[in-house]
């Protein structure tokens, strides 16, 4: 984002000479997550396992100009993103959306809705991304029962989740490397088959007969927008930034257009190889991409990066819902036993068992493509929550130093959720109803609890001062 002439859109201080809120030590948590850390946290998150599936809806939809409806997702995931740049540097604090829904409207139960929102997607989809990783991928591999297989996955997650915030994405890195070397490896072997005189370069721009371009973008980039959905996951993880508001902005930026770039060659490339019509018939349409290239690339190693992807999906999933869990008991909206950190470690153990035990039980459920669905639906709420918030809080000023986006940018972020919203299915707003019906009630039980022990203190103080003090 390039600054206007106030210098809107860079980094500025709200008060001269004030500290950086990196600097501040009141935090459990420990500053583990540096720059390069970050930009590989966020890259993987978007990265995920969808990919290699995406292409062949895609097709579908708008024929071999694949990379249109990805470039367009792109630019209206921009513009949330924008608005996250500016309140995770202003506020860096666990709890990310929730938090910032607590300050800007100063209603408990709209913060709590948020949060719940949040974790509700994070506990999801961690179920989902572990009943794929034990279903066809690693029944490759080691044909086990998929359930408990799923259920010992996330369990394995929660202890990496639980040794350290450092250990845990610098994991993502490794993993992060494989999930991109798979799409690369993509790219590579069609400049491999055009090289040599194969392929057919035209089919980028061809679209479905009988179609609006236009209208087959947008409904294309309605589907390639929930590959880049992943980014808000590193709202959760400030607190354990260094320097947050210098390293967040260029983290969180490079890593979106960087994810766009590889998806947009991806796109090209999967046209270049193959005809719409044979990538939206494959169920693994990378998959044919490289076998169509003629380049000997065995099957057996795009199963092992699709694991190694899901796995890395999970894990940064599940990150994000116990900082959530963990922010949202610090903030009074959850029971404060979930904000209970390990001393030495100090990652936020109690969130990270109860995120881990509610996923274990979402994989009993076996099909949760709806489901999914209806979390996504919650993310669009839980978007426009956050591009709202931006303008709410603008009168809100602090004492360090941040990031702060054009006025208009959130605003036009309020828009494309709308947008994308109004494309969901009726099935998955009843699902999207009942998380909120669930959350509702959830929250109803937490207040009434808090009455009662309120109560309960009193009565305890009052009952005390009316005895006086002992006599010995």
């Known amino acids: 984002m390039s600054a206007d002439t106030r210098g809107e859109a860079t980094p500025r201080s709200e008060a001269a000479g004030a500290p950086d ?28 396992a969808g990919i290699y599936a995406l292409m062949g809806v895609l097709a579908g939809q708008v024929g071999g100009a694949l990379w249109a409806p990805l470039a367009a997702a792109l630019l209206l995931a921009l513009l949330t993103a924008g608005s996250y740049a500016e309140l995770v540097t202003k506020y860096p604090k666990a709890g990310g959306a929730a938090i910032f829904a607590e300050r800007a409207f100063k209603t408990p139960v709209i913060s709590f809705l948020v949060g719940f929102s949040m974790l509700a997607a994070g506990v999801t989809s961690a179920a989902g991304l572990a009943l794929a990783f034990a279903g066809e991928y690693l029944q490759t591999f080691l044909p086990v029962p998929s359930i408990p297989a799923a259920m010992v996955f996330l369990v394995l997650v929660a202890a990496l989740n639980a040794r350290g915030i450092s250990e845990s994405v610098k994991s993502n890195v490794v993993m992060t490397v494989v999930e991109v070397s798979g799409l690369v490896i993509v790219v590579v072997v069609v400049g491999l088959l055009l090289g040599g005189g194969g392929g057919d370069v035209s089919r980028i721009g061809q679209f479905p007969e009988g179609v609006s ?133 100090r990652t936020p153990w109690v969130a990270i068992v109860a995120t881990t035990a509610v996923a274990i039980l979402l994989t009993l459920i076996g099909d949760l493509e709806t489901l999914a669905s209806a979390v996504v639906l919650l993310l669009l709420f839980v978007f426009i929550s956050t591009n709202v918030a931006v303008l709410v809080l603008r009168r809100d000023k602090v004492d360090h130093k941040h990031f702060r986006i054009w006025t208009p940018i959130p605003i036009l972020g309020v828009a494309s959720c709308i947008l994308l919203l109004t494309q969901q299915e009726p099935l998955v707003w009843a699902y999207g109803g009942g998380f909120v019906a669930l959350g509702l009630l959830l929250y109803g039980i937490s207040r009434v609890a808090r009455r009662r022990q309120r109560a309960s203190e009193s009565s305890d103080a009052s009952g005390s001062s009316d005895r006086g003090p002992s006599v010995r």
């Open 21 to 48: 809120a990196s600097d501040a030590s009141d935090s459990k948590l420990k500053k583990g997550i540096t720059g390069p850390l970050l930009f590989l946290f966020i890259l993987g998150d978007v990265l995920g």
């Open 213 to 345: 371009p236009a209208l087959a973008i947008l409904g294309g980039a309605i589907v390639a927008y929930y590959s880049f959905v992943g980014f808000e996951t590193s709202a959760n993880v400030a607190e354990e930034v260094k320097d947050p508001s210098r390293v967040y902005p260029r983290a969180l930026f490079g890593a979106l257009l960087a994810a766009g770039v590889v998806y947009i060659l991806v796109g090209i490339a999967s046209s270049i190889a193959l005809s719409a019509d044979e990538l939206s018939d494959s169920s693994g349409p990378l998959l044919a991409v490289v076998a169509a290239s003629g380049v000997p690339i065995p099957d057996w190693l795009f199963g092992a990066i699709a694991l190694v992807a899901v796995a890395n999906g999970a894990l940064l999933t599940m990150i994000m819902s116990s900082r959530v869990t963990y922010g949202m008991a610090e903030q009074g909206l959850l029971p404060s036993v979930l904000g209970r950190v390990l001393p030495r470690r």
